[in-house]
Each structure stands twice: as C-alpha cells, then as structure tokens.
C-alpha cells in the first residue's frame, strides 16, 4: 500500500517535471545559447551542449549598450502599471459585485469592448492624445497606456473571483460593527488575494513584454523600455545579433522567474475558504 | 487551514489602522514615482538639440555614432545630438506617428532610397542639394546620387553607405571537390554548378520562397538579369513579359536545389544557411564577411564573392542597392544644424569607423573614403579586398525598385509594393502552387496598376 | 446558485441599505468609467471616422470615400480568405490553450518537489517576448541546423527534416502549436487561482458518495471552475482573434496566404501600404465580428448560469 503510493507520488513527479521542462525547453536552449561562442550558433548537425562556456556576451551587453538603463525603465514601468490597475481595479470589481446601481450590467460589457479593435489603428489617436496632454515620449504615456488595456480584463477577472467569495462572509463582519470599507479590506481582501496575486502578475507580464505601443509612443532612449530597446539595437532585416539576443532574453526573463518563484507562495490555499459553517 | 471571521471589533481597528498606514505609505510613494515618470527629456533652453532616428543601432554602430556626436558637438557648442534608435520593422508606424504629432525627428538615416522618395512624394522631406555641395559632389562614385532624384530634379537625400544586397557567394573548396572549374556567369552554368555540388548534406543555394520581403527584392533582381523590368520608364505597369517568365522558370527549376524550408526562408535563414556551410552558394550581401569570420571561420579562407550571374551573356550585371540613405524631414526647428551634422556624417574618421562596423557590408558612397588607408586597414577589408571592391563598384551603380534603371522616372509606390508582398505572392504562387505562370502574371500585373494608382 | 439580488434581499441588517451603498458603488468603478471614456472612446470613435474616408497615414490626410472601403472589402477574396484562417487559427489554439491549461493547472495543484519553482517556470513563455519566442521557435524549427529535426531524425521518427512553416497543413498546425504554448500559461495561473478556493468539504462529501478521481473532477472540480473557464475563454478568444506579432513573425501569412489572418491584412494596410482608412474599415468588420460571437456567447454564458 505504501509502495504503490510512492510510486504514485513517484509518476506524479516525474510527468509534471517532465511537462514543465518539455514547456521550457525554448529558456533552456536560450540559456545554453546565449552561453556558446558565436562560432558554435549554427553548427550543423546542431549540438545541444556548449563545447566551451563564454560569458563574453553578457558582458557586451552590460557594459557597451544601454541595456541596464532599459531594464530600470521597463521595471518602473511595469511595477506602476501593476500597482494602478490592481488598485482600481479591485475597487471596480468589488463595486460591480457587490453594489447595484442602474447600468451596472451594461458598464461591465462596455468595459470589454474596449478590446475589440486592434491595437494598430488605435495607436496613432492614443500618440496623438499623449501629445496633446504634454507627455508624449515619457514613462508615464505608457502607463496610462497599459493601464487601459490591462484594466478590462483585470476587472473581469476580479469580478469572477469576488463572486466566488460568499456574501456571508461580509455581512457577518458588517454584523458585527465593522465599516464597508474595514470589511472589505479584512475580509474582502484576503479572500481574493490568489485571484489579485494572478491579475497582477497578467498586468506585469504584460507591461514588461508590450511592443508596438512602447515603439510608437516613446522614441527617447532616456525612458525607453527593453522591448524595443533589446529589439532596436540587435534585430535588423539584414542581420540578428543572435549571441546578444539570447543573452539579453535571459537577462529579461531571469528576474521575472524569481519574482513570480516568490509570489506563488500566496497562491495557496492559505486563506482558506471556510469560515461560516452552515 | 481556515480561518474564522474575527467577532473582536477592537482587534479589527488595530489591524486596520497599521494596514491604513501602510496604503498612505504606498500612496505618497506612488505619488512621486508618478512625478519622476512625467518628466520627459527636456534640454536646457538656449541648446539646440537634433533628433537622429536610424535602425541600425548594433553594439558596434553605436559606439561609433557616439564618437561622432561628441566630435560634432565639441566643435559646434551649443549643439547637441540625441541619437535614438527605431528599427526597419517599426519605423513606419513611428514616423507616421511622429508626423502626425508634429514631433518627428531632424536626421534619419539607413532608411532605403525608395522609402524616402515615397515621403518626398507626399512634401515631407527637405531637400538636400546644398548638403550634397557642403560634402563634395565629385568625391563621390560616379552616379551615386542618381537614386535619389525626385520628380521635380531636386534631391531627395544622400547616401550614408551602399548594400550590394544580392551578390553571388561561393565556396571555393566546394567547387574544386565537385570538380568545377569557374565561377559560373550564367543561370546555366549555375545550376549545373550547384547540381554538382549538392551532396552529402550540402544544398546548392538558399533561394528564399517566403512571404516577406527577401523573396520579393530578390525576384527583381533576376528578372533584370533577363533583361526584364518590373515597370518601363514611364513607371507602366511591364511585368508581365517573357523575361519575368524566364527568370521565375528559372527560380522554379532552383529549388530542388534549396533546402526543403526555403519555402519559409527569409534574410535570416538564408543568410546563415550559407554562412553555417549547409549551400555552397549564398545570395546576400557583405554581412556574409564578418558572419563567417564570427561564426564559422573554418570556411573564411574559401569563400568569394562576385556579380550574380544573368540569364546569358547578352545580358549585363544587375546589383540590388537599397542606398541606405541620409534625409531631414521637413519642419525640423533646426535646418541648419541638421544640415552640418548630415553633412559631417560622411566626413573620415568618424565615417571610417562607422563603416567598418559593419565591413563590407554597408559601403562607402565617397570613392576618396574607399581609397582611404585607414579604411583599408581593416582586416576583414584586407583579407578580402577584391571581393569589397567589386562590391563597392558594383553597389554604386546598382539600383532598386524605386530607380530600376539609369532611364527610369523615380518610383515613389516602391514601398508600397515592397510592403504588399505582392511580388512575393508571384513567386509562392507559381513556385509553390505550380499554378500557370501566364495566368500568375496577368493577376500580378492588375494588382501592381492598382498598387500604382493608390 | 441565486444571484446576488437575490441573496441581498434574503439577508438581514446592513443590505437593505442597498440602495444608499449604490452610489458609493458608483464612486468605486468611476476611475476605471474615466479612464475607458477618455482613453479608449476617442480612439475607437476615430476609428470609424477614419475608415469612412481614404488616408495616408504619415500625414492622416485624405478624403471622404464612404462606405467605399467596406465594399472593396467584403468583395475581395483576400478578406474572406483571412477571416477563414482567423477561426481555424483561434478555435484551433484556444482549444488547446483551454485543455492543456486546466490540466497542467491540476498538475501544478499537487504536491509537487520544488512546485512554487514549477509553477513560475510555466509562466516562462507567456511573459517571454513574442518577438523572442519566435526567432527561438523559427530557429528550433529550422531544417538545416534546427534541433527539433535533429532528434526526430536521430530517434528514426522521419527521413527528411520536416518543413515545419513553409508547408501546408504544417504551417498552420505549427502556428497553433507556437500559439497554445505561448498562451495556455494564462489558463493555468487564471485556474490555478481559483482552483485554491474550491472547499475541501465538496471533495470530501463527493467520496463519501463513491466518486473516483474522475468523477470529482467532472461533479466538483468543473461546474466551480465555470465562471473562471467564462472569463478566461472569453478574454483568450478575443486576444487570440487579433493576435498579429506571434502569425506575422512566424509565417508572415504565407505560405502564400495561407496562415494570413485580419489583424495582418490591417497591419499591412496602415504601415505597408499606408492605408489608414482602408485598415479601420478592416479593423471595424474585424470588431462586428467579435461583437457578435461576444453578445451570443455572453448570453448562452448568462443562460447557463441560470439554469445550474
């Protein structure tokens, strides 16, 4: 009996290490890449395994290129966007769940109409609006930006995990003298805290990785983020700098790991779910 | 684990006073981030300050633009220079953007010849007669500049370097174990010559067949070397003729020679297809030098380039030059300033290193940089001297879909056409399809007029 | 499950003061009404204004050509053509995206070694760059010194590398593979999430009741991950229909059209052929036909939820 959970355990281990490292194999040929002299990129048959180690590249890209100032703005970047749209979006979503006012169903469905056009023909109007409100060209124009795209959807996914927290909950700290808002915050709150911890790391995702906005609405090196700096400098239509570009793709996508490797501690049944029997 | 809804009111305020405290903390913190993003570069007032878009910013190319901005700022105070990279992939959706705000740069560069005609067609270029005076009309090669007339005989731009985009590249160990003897001059001799050499896992040539914008530069290229043309003169629609049937026949009969992913090769892939020693052949430009020098130089002491081969000998040489360019938008706040720093752009030293960035590929315009030692000096130049000089000569009087030949009228819908893949199309479609090579042409002719008309 | 309405109206105390609690309702979705109004209204009203008229998008000048655009629009084989791969593109990587979701999800649930480190790493290609997942993709993909042909040709599994994008039906089964590996990582945090606030006590009364692992999941596990799985799919199919960076960069739409869905077609128009009007006009069929699968799913959606 015992011998046959372990080996259960055992599978269940192995098949779903076994998912995730056929899902990361892409980082890991990257991670391998960007780590080979350039005389071993394209060997054919092509060789999996470095033949010698060089960190050649990281160095290039650290010190002859402007990649740290890009990663600090793409880092403001993100983290603002993040701590704005979880913000509004949180109140949004507890509004729409648990007050009614008139239109409350409609405002909900206009919310995600904002997604149905493509972000191309939105994009000269938007650059057009950045300018005409002084600041085009900054930061802050991105995430005002982002802040609009993420928050539809942040709402929506908000919503649907609000709603699956009983209204029982509230009203029994209502009952015992605690204000709308105190309620919210301690109850409210913690219970939603695996469905904010993932639309918050959506929002992230999506500041740091966004392209065609950042290469229209900002064209200054001084608030330009990774995307289009990384791209800018390494990718042209007669040549890729492939060593720079794998070693670069590591170093925007290391961080993240570790961050997210942290974050996915709240993602637990911690804060369980019961709480009023009956 | 659960968790019961706390009944003690006082133990609530306690815990909502420290995490109120903790929101007003987060709050003014956000505040002033909020003020630190708003602020957008801004120069000192009394500067002048010039904006220079390019999208080729590689790590190299960027130090020497550096050194070229300090130069010219150390000796114009007052002027600075703010170099900001765009891309060959973006710089459309840029530029209409910063046209439309009103915010577009002072200096562009490395943008093709055709894309600039197609903005001088619309008014938004400055000319750049007095700018090509300041540098030296006759250090230049004979020609050069001819790309870059517009409708109205003025000057649209410059040259800041010249891509010999489809040269024929060989691998010299190869020939001699296949047993052949020459460079091939002609289609015939070169497929018989890449026949020959496809063994053991080598393909003969890394033709693209992709939907982009490789496949459709390079099919122009082979129907002029059967003396055919995209337009005639007057910029009529002429597409649909023997020779273009000729030279897609001939591509056709290629591509059992290309590796079986050529259907879907674009610059990439057959740019490293030949550099990575899987074809004996490449068609590409001088990236090729510094490429196998990096990635594979176990094959540098062999390989050669020279003029692509035409159809027979009756017909002559045709290189493929996008004439990357130099241009000022028109409403730049600061002509004069930008004009000198166009101007300067050419001028050696700083001009010298930014050629040899990327040597052998992007070529000098100014025949007085290509005689120049410190140029010369350069060891991939030397190595491959000959094969850099015919390059040079051969990309200076080359042309492109917006100047086919010395007797065309500029076409300013170049981009377009680029843009439409429809030459592209052409190719997949009787190459891929196997669909009737008559009934392709006619359709391409109709979409080419339309194209035209706008 | 009653509606919220409903459960207000049968709780005592606090909620009949619903009505006085409305406005501060209202007070709480008003940034996010600004910011839509100001942000995303403007746009999407110069939108349709754009693509009733003929412009040139360096300079946004043009001409009144009303309805001119759409109907050399929807007579062109070209749109139809694009509109067709645009639903075997989206029902092909949603399906996948929404399958292998919830079960690597249910996988990450598990107690797992190291399972915080695995449920990060599966985030990896959704917040890797599109730009570069897809040369990394293209590169594997390669026939010449791709690794991906390499071990199939090594295991015996071919003879001759494969052509994996410039081939049909390859090209479009690859785009969709590329596409469900990018995106399913949504799904799984997205279930994830609310996979943690399912009780225990549902469970646990289900195998009381004699129900297998299968049986769980299809009785307890499913009918509460509904109004997740709604919103997830909803959000992912309106994503996936307008995806353009991933298709673009992979096959370019080729081979010769093959793969070229709307959004490439109103890329093409605004920045190759500089078309803005004519890339609104596509812009705004391509928002219709959202429209109508969101009204009519929304529906079913809000119908089934009555019922259960």
Do not use: A, I
């Given at each position: 009996m015992l011998a046959r959970r372990f080996i259960g355990a055992g599978l269940l281990n192995v098949g779903t290490w076994a998912v995730v490292l056929a899902v990361i194999f892409p980082l890991i040929w990257m991670v391998l890449t960007s780590l080979k002299p350039q005389s071993e990129l394209f060997h054919i048959p092509p060789a999996f395994w470095p033949q010698s180690i060089t960190f050649e590249h990281y160095r290039v890209l650290l010190e002859e290129t402007p990649f740290l100032q890009y990663f600090r703005n793409s880092s403001i970047l993100a983290v603002s966007t993040t701590v704005l749209v979880i913000v509004v979006g949180t109140l949004g979503a507890h509004s729409l769940v648990r007050f009614s006012y008139p239109g409350r169903e409609k405002l909900a469905l206009l919310v995600l109409f904002t997604y149905l056009l493509p972000s191309v023909v939105l994009i000269i109007p938007l650059y057009l609006l950045m300018v005409w409100a002084g600041v085009a060209n900054s930061l802050l124009s991105l995430v005002i930006a982002y802040t609009t795209f993420a928050l539809p959807y942040a709402l929506w996914l908000l919503r649907s995990f609000m709603q699956g927290i009983p209204a029982d909950l509230e009203a029994a700290a209502l009952i015992d003298g605690a204000s709308r808002l105190g309620a919210f915050i301690d109850v409210i709150l913690p219970q939603a805290l695996p469905g904010i911890i993932s639309t918050a790391l959506f929002t992230f995702i999506l500041a740091w990785n966004e392209y065609l906005y950042a290469l229209v609405l900002v064209s200054s090196d001084a608030a330009r983020p990774l995307t289009t700096g990384v791209m800018n400098m390494l990718i042209t239509s007669f040549n890729i700098e492939w060593s720079l570009l794998m070693a670069a793709s590591v170093l925007m996508s290391l961080p993240l790991i570790i961050i997210f490797a942290f974050l996915q501690r709240y993602l637990t049944r911690g804060f369980g779910v019961g709480g009023v029997k009956g | 684990m659960r968790r019961k809804v706390d009944t003690n009111v006082s133990r609530l305020s306690h815990e909502r006073v420290s995490r109120r405290t903790i929101l007003k903390g987060a709050g003014l913190a956000a505040a002033a981030a909020g003020v630190s993003l708003a602020t957008p570069w801004r120069a000192r007032a009394d500067d002048v300050t010039l904006r220079w878009w390019s999208p080729q910013s590689s790590p190299g190319q960027l130090a020497s633009y550096k050194k070229q901005i300090a130069t010219f700022e150390a000796a114009h105070p007052g002027v600075k220079v703010v170099f900001e990279p765009t891309s060959d992939e973006g710089y459309s959706a840029q530029l209409a953007a910063a046209f439309s705000a009103k915010q577009q740069p002072d200096i562009i560069t490395h943008l093709p010849s055709f894309a600039v005609q197609t903005y001088y067609a619309q008014g938004l270029v400055e000319p750049f007669d007095d700018v090509i005076q300041a540098i030296g009309p006759d250090k230049y090669y004979p020609g050069a500049n001819n790309v870059y007339k517009t409708a109205d005989g003025k000057y649209c731009g410059t040259g800041i370097g010249n891509t010999a985009a489809d040269m024929l590249w060989v691998r010299k160990d190869l020939m001699q174990k296949a047993g052949v003897s020459e460079i091939p001059t002609t289609w015939d001799t070169l497929r018989a010559a890449c026949q020959k050499m496809q063994t053991g896992g080598i393909y003969g040539v890394p033709y693209p067949y992709g939907l982009n914008s490789m496949t459709s530069l390079i099919i122009i290229g082979f129907i002029h070397r059967a003396g055919g043309n995209i337009f005639s003169p007057d910029l009529e629609v002429a597409i649909n003729s023997d020779a273009t049937a000729h030279a897609l026949d001939f591509y056709k009969s290629m591509k059992e020679l290309a590796p079986p992913g050529a259907t879907n090769y674009s610059w990439g892939e057959s740019l490293t297809a030949f550099v990575s020693g899987a074809t004996a052949t490449g068609i590409y430009a001088g990236r090729v030098l510094k490429n196998v020098h990096d990635q594979n130089p176990a094959i540098a002491d062999f390989i050669t380039a020279t003029t692509y081969p035409t159809m027979s000998k009756d017909f002559p040489a045709w290189t493929f030059n996008d004439f990357p360019s130099i241009w000022i938008p028109k409403g730049s706040a600061h002509l004069k300033e930008a004009k000198l720093f166009a101007a300067f752009l050419l001028d050696p030293p700083g001009y010298i290193e930014q050629l040899l960035a990327a040597p052998g590929h992007v070529?000098?315009?100014l025949k007085t940089i290509a005689e120049n030692p410190d140029y010369l000096a350069d060891p991939i130049i030397q190595k491959y001297k000959a094969e850099v000089n015919l390059m040079a000569a051969s990309a200076a009087g080359g042309y492109n879909l917006g100047y086919e030949t010395a007797k065309h009228k500029p076409n300013s819908k170049a981009n377009d056409i680029i843009a439409s893949n429809v030459l592209a199309e052409m190719v997949g479609r009787v190459v891929i399809n196997g669909e009737n090579t008559k009934t392709v042409l006619g359709d391409t002719a109709t979409k080419l007029a339309d194209l035209m008309k706008g | 499950m009653a509606s919220i309405a409903e459960r207000e109206h049968a709780l005592p105390g606090g909620w009949t003061l619903a009505l006085r609690y409305g406005s501060l309702g209202m007070l709480l979705i008003a940034p996010t009404v600004l910011i839509f109004a100001a942000v995303i209204a403007y746009p999407l009203v110069s939108a349709i204004y754009l693509s009733l008229r003929s412009i040139f998008?360096?300079?946004?000048q043009g001409h009144w050509v009303g309805l001119a655009n759409y109907a050399d629009l929807l007579s062109s084989t070209t749109f139809w053509r694009a509109l067709r791969n645009n639903f075997v593109w989206t029902a092909g990587t949603l399906f996948l995206q929404i399958v292998a979701g919830v079960a690597v999800a249910l996988l990450l649930n598990q107690n797992i070694v190291f399972r915080s480190l695995a449920r990060s790493l599966i985030l990896f290609p959704y917040f890797v760059s599109t730009v570069v997942a897809v040369l990394v993709w293209r590169w594997l993909f390669n026939d010449l010194y791709g690794i991906l042909n390499h071990f199939m040709l090594t295991l015996g599994l071919i003879d001759q590398p494969v052509n994996w994008l410039g081939q049909m039906p390859n090209a479009m089964i690859s785009v969709i593979l590329v596409g469900a590996w990018k995106y399913f990582p949504f799904v799984v945090i997205a279930v994830l999430a609310r996979l943690q606030t399912i009780p225990p006590q549902l469970y646990e009364a289900a195998t009381i009741d004699g129900a297998g692992p299968w049986g769980r999941f299809f009785d307890v596990t499913l009918p509460q991950l509904r109004s997740v799985l709604t919103v997830v799919i909803l959000l992912r199919t309106v994503w996936d229909f307008k995806e353009f960076d991933l298709i673009y960069l992979l096959t370019g739409g080729g081979p010769i059209n093959a793969t070229q869905t709307i959004p490439l077609l109103v890329y093409q128009q605004a920045f190759g052929l500089n078309r803005m009007g004519m890339a609104a006009a596509y812009a705004v069929v391509m928002m219709a036909v959202m429209l109508v699968f969101m009204s009519l799913y929304l529906y079913r959606a809000r119908r089934s939820e009555e019922a259960a």
């Open positions: - | 070529l000098p315009v | 998008t360096p300079t946004l």
